[in-house]
């Protein structure tokens, strides 16, 4: 479904997402080039080589980005949340495969639109670098997580980053916790993680016994104890880069 994006004031991203240095004339042209775009869970947004003329900044949802290998598997490579950019400026095709996981609101602009701005806008320019260079810090990061960090470290890291990035401006933690909406199924969790999936199972299991964590559903998980879920990833190595917005 694509219809035209409402005003840049009403965005719930607004001052997350790389349009937040962009002055008032400056956005009003780049909303007139913007439109929504609405994908369920599970359909492919973009695919390897294809040629794609737009960009997008992530409303809603979450962005899974994998890459195939030439025997037909997949790795998961990436996850965008709100406020994190999509597409590939001045190169013709996107070489990741972009699917939604769970539901997701798109808002679209031209790529020549957007390669203008980064062109006539040094700030503009500016926060764009600064993203990319984040979502390096942010792969490095999670190469560290999948060399040296054990079973428990990863899936509890895992579930940190989702409560960190999903989380709203401005919003507080329940008297009984903070609901997390998993993105991914317990298989696509062990493939990102580079884990069995019954070894991630078992990591969710001792994780609720240790009170860190209640398992609601399959894909809802209440944080108990934030304490202790961070207590479970290990201690501080830098991963915290793994919460900025991404820009893939």
């Known amino acids: 479904m694509v219809a035209r994006s409402k005003s840049c004031a009403a965005c719930a991203v607004r001052f997350i997402a790389l349009c937040r240095v962009l002055d008032l004339q400056q956005l009003a042209h780049l909303n007139r080039h913007s ?35 030439p025997d037909g598997r997949q790795q998961i490579v990436a996850l965008l949340f709100p406020g994190d950019f999509l597409g590939r400026p001045f190169q013709a095709e996107f070489p990741y495969t972009a699917e939604a996981a769970p539901y997701v609101h798109l808002c679209c602009y031209s790529r020549t639109s957007f390669e203008g701005l980064l062109r006539d806008h040094p700030k503009f320019k500016q926060a764009f670098l600064e993203r990319t260079l984040d979502s390096v810090d942010v792969a490095r990061d999670w190469m560290l997580l999948l060399g040296r960090k054990t079973a428990r470290e990863k899936v509890a890291t895992l579930l940190l ?32 993680l580079g884990l069995r999936l019954e070894t991630v199972s078992r990591q969710l299991r001792q994780l609720e016994a240790s009170g860190a964590i209640r398992r609601r559903d399959v894909r809802r998980i209440l944080v108990l104890a934030e304490e202790k879920l961070a207590a479970a990833a290990g201690p501080p190595d830098g991963s915290e880069s793994l919460q900025p917005s991404g820009s893939l």
């Open 35 to 69: 439109y929504g775009r609405w994908y369920p869970a599970g359909r492919m947004i973009a695919g390897v080589a294809a040629c794609e003329n737009w960009c997008a900044t992530v409303l809603e949802g979450v962005v899974k980005l994998s890459k195939i290998l």
């Open 161 to 192: 980053t989702i409560m960190a990035r999903s989380a709203k401006p401005g919003s507080e933690r329940g008297n009984v916790g903070t609901e997390l909406v998993l993105p991914l199924t317990r298989t696509e969790m062990a493939d990102y």
